[in-house]
């Protein structure tokens, strides 16, 4: 008798030899799917051993996946979650409908069921938008990234929002404690009859307590393209090494030993380039204008191919830096959609 390959029958015995078996949690829980393909060196180096729970212990492997499509007709029509599946520590809350100038537009927040990110923690979110559907994406509080003793922390975001979607994935600042290292690599694949409004806030670490970079490394990969099927072309790249010494991050042209820096790219086919922009730098500049705060630096640019605009803010007063990056997201709602942003509720 030869030897058999797994699941042949021997024809002698007619009992077939032991089939492979299942992989552990199905394959959301393989690290193919919830590692980064590179983790920038800046963080790589801290490696994956672990005085405690290591990578893909239960609990530390976080999955998200949200489906929106356009449900019902008429007047009743509105964008509704079709697809749901979670794995703690990350979850959402049912969708709400309070914004009544929008009564078809969900506002979903997204949860951490730890409280903040740990050493060795996993996270994947893939969240997918249907033709013509319009939806808010936010996180309940701030995201807090604790300290670490070995290890690091990633976390991968995609983003597919399909012809004629209108989306705004507006998260709260991030936090990066001392001792730690974390790693986000977010990616948009957005159609070019669609809109995405994508923002980032990170600040120096736990402001109100005195500490300022002190946490060894974070990075982040930002990465807005076109579907496949519509070539792929990149849209807007933003690659983010921070590594602090002696209480800095760089020199005048990185920060400037500002405790706060923040983003927010608009990419959208509803009104030209030009006139987004203005409406980012109008709305930020009012913001500035009536604050104290003398630390603020911000610029707006075009993306390439008209495709939208840009936003880049840097300051210390988190009160100011909220109240800009709110007042810029929502004056760019109300040019696109011919409606005022109401109050997101936290």
Known sequence: MTDLEVGEVDAESSSPTPEAAPLYGGPRLQPAHFEPAHVPIEVARYGTESYTLPVGSPGKVGILELGFELRGQGDSQRTELVHHYQKAPLQ??????????????????????GGGVLHNDRQRMDLTFGEGTSAFITTQAHTKVYRMVSGYATSIINIDVAEGAYVEYLPDPLIPYANSRFYQHLTARVHPDATLLVGETVYAGRLTRGERYAFDAYASDLEVRRPDDHGGEPVAIDRVRLVPRDGRVGGDAVLGGRDIVSSLYVVTP?????????????????????????????????LPADAGAWLRYAGDDTVTSLAAQTGAAAAVHELLTGRPAPLVRK
């Open 270 to 302: 509803l009104q030209p380039a030009a006139r987004v922009a203005a409406a980012l730098h109008d709305a930020v500049a009012k913001v500035v204008a009536a604050s104290s705060d003398d630390s603020v630096r911000f610029g707006v640019s075009v």
């Open 92 to 113: 959402i809350m049912k969708p709400l409908y309070y914004n009544t100038l929008r009564p078809d537009m969900p506002y979903t927040y997204l949860i951490t069921t």
